[in-house]
């Protein structure tokens, strides 16, 4: 089955500092990307979508120069939390998409957890 | 916009009984998907079972079935024959069927029922 590895999967920082967490399809390609932000006990809300080799796309509210997404490659993405504040502490989940047809399925990573000091 | 609403934050079962998970949407579009996913502790995503609304036919997946109301907008998870490995939170969401953009592949979220099963 297709695998989605998320790294790291636990990271501690200090206030100011920023964080880098990324998302690799291991056994397939990826042509979208999508990073999704939960907090504890509430249910996971996108926070944008990368195609391969374009600019990201943001949801509303969320600030793109806060959380840079980068998605080099059709096996990588990228998101960096950028000047990291507590408020930012939260789980961070990436799925992978391989468009097979009209009902593709989204692969998903284990997971981020960001602890913001 | 599509929205998911699941009106129960923690439901509870028996061992060996069966539940229904609720979950309800929004939507103006005629064609679409709907999932169920299952989140425990390891807060690992997966997947349950999916449903294409164009199909009638109810999705069932061993001890998981749905009962897919159009009409009514409706989505509900059944899961017979509880098991202890059954306890997590699960997930409704909806898709919009796309081909080309990756942004209509979007799965939105609701805001996710607690399962507890209990011996």
């Known amino acids: 089955g297709a695998v989605v590895s998320q790294h790291p999967s636990r990271v501690i920082c200090k206030s100011g500092t920023s964080v880098k967490i990324e998302c690799r399809s291991l056994?397939?390609?990826?042509?979208?990307m999508f990073w999704y932000r939960q907090f504890p006990k509430q249910s996971l809300m996108l926070m944008a979508t990368?195609?391969?080799?374009?600019?990201?796309?943001?949801e509303q509210g969320v600030e793109k120069d806060k959380f840079l997404i980068n998605h080099a490659s059709l096996t990588l993405s990228t998101l960096t939390v950028t000047s990291a504040h507590p408020e930012d502490s939260s789980f961070y989940i990436c799925?992978?998409?391989?468009?097979?047809?009209?009902?593709?399925?989204?692969?998903f990573g284990n997971g981020t957890r960001l602890t913001v000091t | 916009a599509q929205t998911v609403t699941q009106s129960q934050p923690e439901m509870s079962v028996q061992e060996a009984e069966t539940v229904t998970l609720s979950c309800t949407y929004d939507?103006?579009?005629?064609?679409?998907?709907l999932f169920w996913y299952k989140q425990p502790p390891s807060r690992q995503m997966i997947l349950v079972i999916r449903?294409?609304?164009?199909?009638?036919q109810n999705a069932t997946e061993n001890r998981f079935s749905v009962n897919f109301q159009k009409a009514a907008k409706s989505f509900s998870l059944k899961i017979s024959d509880s098991q202890l490995g059954d306890a997590a939170m699960y997930f409704c969401?909806?898709?919009?069927?796309?081909?080309?953009?990756?942004?209509?592949?979007?799965?939105?979220f609701g805001t996710g029922t607690r399962l507890q099963v209990t011996l």
């Open positions: 990368s195609n391969e080799g374009s600019k990201a796309t943001y």
């Open positions: 969401a909806y898709r919009s069927p796309s081909l080309n953009t990756g942004t209509a592949s979007k799965l939105t």
């Open positions: 939507t103006s579009e005629s064609d679409y998907y």
């Open positions: 449903q294409e609304a164009y199909k009638q």
């Open positions: 056994d397939f390609q990826a042509t979208t």
């Open positions: 799925s992978a998409l391989v468009l097979t047809g009209y009902n593709s399925p989204l692969h």
